[in-house]
């Protein structure tokens, strides 16, 4: 099982990036995946998720409204869609995966995703 995100990059505030997480190795579609971020000193921030078998997909308060997540089950590939870019955003972004259907309250919890990605950085300029 393998995740590879990528897609991070320095843009200026109010800008636009699109992070891509791309499976390997297992069956992604029956996967719940989601989003994560962490910044120096900080605590990995939880930002957006999709159950296998469908149902809501939450966003953390900090980025609702700005980022998307979708997903492409034929390209075993998950998408970030992040609009709307501020400085605060600048972390490395990973990708994360578990192979259960995880209910929605546990959804941005890390500790219940069993395989993740490598990170991406994105830097947000002022």
């Known amino acids: 099982v393998q995740l590879q995100a990528s897609g991070g990059g320095l843009v200026q505030a109010g800008g636009s990036l699109r992070l891509s997480c791309a499976a390997s190795?297992?069956?992604?579609?029956?996967?719940?995946v989601a989003w994560f971020r962490q910044a120096p000193g900080k605590e990995r921030e939880g930002l957006s998720c999709i159950r296998s078998g469908g149902g809501g997909s939450p966003y953390a308060d900090s980025v609702k409204g700005r980022f998307t997540i979708s997903r492409d089950n034929a390209k075993n590939t998950m998408y970030l869609q992040m609009n709307s870019l501020k400085p605060e955003d600048t972390a490395v972004y990973y990708c994360?995966?578990?192979?259960?259907?995880?209910?929605?309250?546990?959804?941005?919890?890390?500790?219940?995703?069993?395989?993740w990605g490598q990170g991406t950085l994105v830097t947000v300029s002022s």
């Open positions: 994360a995966a578990r192979s259960t259907r995880i209910v929605y309250s546990m959804c941005l919890d890390p500790t219940v995703y069993v395989y």
């Open positions: 190795g297992f069956a992604w579609g029956s996967y719940s």
